[in-house]
T-cell receptor
Framework: EAQVTQNPRYLITVTGKKLTVTCSQN?????MSWYRQDPGLGLRQIYY???????DKGDVPEGYKVSRKEKRNFPLILESPSPNQTSLYFC??????????????FGDGTRLSIL | QQPVQSPQAVILREGEDAVINCSSS?????VHWYRQKHGEAPVFLMI?????EQKGHEKISASFNEKKQQSSLYLTASQLSYSGTYFC??????????FGQGTRLTINP
């Protein structure tokens, strides 16, 4: 089954404790992206990747890191999480950047609470 | 620049029609529409490309006016299953989608 898999689905942690949210897709997509969703603000892009070893900042990259060492994986790293990073996070992928006829496929989301 | 969706929320009775608008201050190459059920991932509905085309998906259709930098989503004879939050995602030519803040649609029996 074609899917984008995120782990964990839920995480409660404390300020300053490094964490990684994994994202994996099995559709051989080149483009992958991380979003955070907050009430009233919609989906805001954190980072995106055009291909292996090619990443770039989205609209809200502060406090986050990413890597793309393999085509299928795109982990999101919070090296020193803070309470303002409490949010619902989505990973998404598509064959190419979202231009023309390229829908984004979303994972099921990761709800992070940072105390 | 984040596009602006209107209305922010709408409540309908089953069978009524709804229009959700998405307006951008920047030129658009395409507009994507997604629906998200509470607690779930956004699900793709359709993409509108430059050219002012209108697309349909059963009783859900959309239009894109590139000159006005606007897109509208039309839901006709709404069903209970249409409830959710609708997002437009705009391609502003920067290798990424910029999403609106969402429109919450509630369909009551």
């Amino acid at each position: 089954e074609a899917q984008v898999t995120q782990n964990p689905r839920y995480l409660i942690t404390v300020t300053g404790k490094k964490l990684t949210v994994t994202c994996s897709q099995n559709m051989n997509h080149e483009y992958m992206s991380w979003y955070r969703q907050d009430p009233g603000l919609g989906l805001r892009q954190i980072y995106y990747s055009m291909n292996v070893e090619v990443t770039d900042k989205g609209d809200v990259p502060e406090g986050y890191k990413v890597s793309r060492k393999e085509k299928r994986n795109f982990p999101l790293i919070l090296e020193s999480p803070s309470p303002n990073q409490t949010s619902l996070y989505f990973c998404a992928s598509s064959f190419y950047p979202p231009q023309g006829n390229q829908p984004q496929h979303f994972g099921d989301g990761t709800r992070l609470s940072i105390l | 620049q984040q596009p602006v969706q209107s209305p922010q929320a709408v409540i309908l009775r089953e069978g009524e029609d709804a229009v959700i608008n998405c307006s951008s201050s920047k030129a658009l190459y395409s507009v994507h529409w997604y629906r998200q059920k509470h607690g779930e991932a956004p699900v793709f509905l359709m993409i509108l490309l430059k050219g002012g085309e209108q697309k349909g998906h059963e009783k859900i259709s959309a239009s894109f006016n590139e000159k006005k930098q606007q897109s509208s989503l039309y839901l006709t004879a709404s069903q209970l299953s249409y409830s959710g939050t609708y997002f437009c995602g705009t391609d502003q030519g920067a290798q990424k989608l910029v999403f609106g803040q969402g429109t919450r649609l509630t369909i009551n029996p």
